[in-house]
Nanobody, 113 residues
Framework: QVQLVESGGGLVQPGESLRLSCAAS????????MAWYRQAPGKQRELVAR???????FYADSVKGRFTISRDNAKNTVYLQMNSLKPEDTAVYYC???????WGQGTQVTVSS
């Protein structure tokens, strides 16, 4: 059974940082491409970043240069370091295994002064 557990969200002020974590189980983690998505109220879920098994990364234009995705295969965990946060980054953030229909419960990120 695939499980994805996100953590690390919270309420921060603009310009501050957060690091999200997603612990995965039930998959061969090191062999899979992992991704972070987000969904803001009233909007569709969108891809934020992904990282392949070979550590190739992709970022949405809106977060390029501010967010960094990484993975620790020994811990079956994918991270999203978010710097210089903006109010428009406010959303529920989800991790996923690319190509598989599983989602975690999400973690809320709120950026507000």
């Amino acid at each position: 059974q695939v499980q994805l557990v996100e953590s690390g969200g919270g309420l921060v002020q603009p310009g501050e940082s957060l690091r999200l974590s997603c612990a995965a189980s039930g998959i061969i983690f090191s062999a899979n491409t992992m991704a972070w998505y987000r969904q803001a109220p009233g909007k569709q879920r969108e891809l934020v970043a992904r990282i392949t098994a070979y550590l190739n990364t992709f970022y949405a234009d809106s977060v390029k240069g501010r967010f960094t995705i990484s993975r620790d295969n020994a811990k079956n965990t994918v991270y999203l370091q978010m710097n210089s946060l903006k109010p428009e980054d406010t959303a529920v953030y989800y991790c996923s295994v690319v190509g598989l229909p599983y989602w975690g419960q999400g973690t809320q990120v709120t950026v507000s002064s």
